[in-house]
């Protein structure tokens, strides 16, 4: 796509966490040897309880979903495409998540010698206290890092002429084709929540929450974010779910609207079939 560098940046956001598990291979030896069996099984002991990783464990969570849902896909290596729109406020989201985990993270420190108190008497003979990490704090890590989207122009090996140009035309040519897989993914984030409201909303009696609706929105403020090739189609899907949107009670108690709700996300269905 023209102008593609301009518009993105390819981003990486890498989660590390002490998982506070250990495999014990003499316990392991010990229970096929009592059973007679060979490699029948992996004992991992529990050096924390999974409870003092809860919140930690939540927020990665939350960061992992925040990037998925704020970029869209590009490479199997990791980097994802992050929109120039959507630059600035997937920044101040993403500093204001990694404190939170920093925060959990200093809590977890404070309180971890008391946990090794805990643990030793919980495994009892399993302990060990080698296994717990002097400087546990530095097992958890969230680091984002960017880099610039190819450019097939930008090749320089000393190679022939004719290699440089089969190497630009594979370059070109992966850089759309990886673009063309970002562009279906908004299409297909407007798919799978029209297709949830079709199956929801065509059961007359069937049962359905407020974020079905409530998404709706989150769409509208989100797809604008992404639409980096500026796509017409795009916009009016915008509209029309902006235009979808009502009170969830409405719909539950109105027949007749529910009705009308299907049609309409029938029609926006019809709309961007063509694009699959």
């Not at 797809?223 to 915008?238: G, Q």
């Not at 009705?259 to 709309?271: F, G, I, P, S, Y």
Request: charged share 30%.
């Amino acid at each position: 796509m023209k102008n593609l560098t301009e518009k993105a940046i390819l981003v990486n956001v890498n989660i590390s966490q002490w998982t506070a598990r250990k495999y014990d291979n003499k316990v392991t030896s010990e229970v096929n040897k009592k059973h007679k069996t060979k490699d029948a099984g992996r004992f991992n002991k529990i050096l924390i309880g999974a409870e003092h990783l809860k919140s930690i464990n939540q927020i990665a969570g939350k960061i992992r979903t925040f990037h998925y849902e704020n970029t869209l896909p590009w490479s199997d290596t990791g980097e994802r495409l992050l929109t120039s729109m959507n630059y600035f406020k997937y920044i101040e989201e993403l500093s204001q998540l990694k404190n939170s985990f920093e925060t959990e993270v200093d809590k977890f420190v404070k309180e971890y010698p008391s946990m090794i108190v805990e643990a030793k008497a919980n495994l009892n003979g399993l302990f060990n206290e080698k296994e717990y990490p002097k400087n546990v704090g530095e097992r958890f890590t969230v680091k984002s890092s960017f880099m610039p989207i190819p450019v097939a122009d930008d090749i320089r090996i000393n190679v022939s002429d004719k290699e440089v140009s089969k190497i630009k035309e594979q370059v070109a040519a992966e850089v759309s084709e990886r673009f063309a897989t970002a562009q279906r993914d908004v299409y297909a984030r407007v798919k799978d929540q029209l297709e949830k409201m079709n199956e929801r909303l065509s059961d007359k009696d069937g049962i359905f929450r407020d974020s079905l609706f409530q998404n709706c929105l989150a769409l509208v403020d989100l797809l604008p974010r992404l639409n980096v090739a500026e796509d017409k189609t795009i916009t009016e899907l915008c509209a029309d779910l902006k235009s979808l949107y009502c009170d969830p009670e409405q719909v539950r108690t109105d027949v007749k609207l529910r009705k009308q709700k299907v049609k309409e996300v029938d029609a926006m269905l019809a709309k961007i079939e063509s694009f699959f």
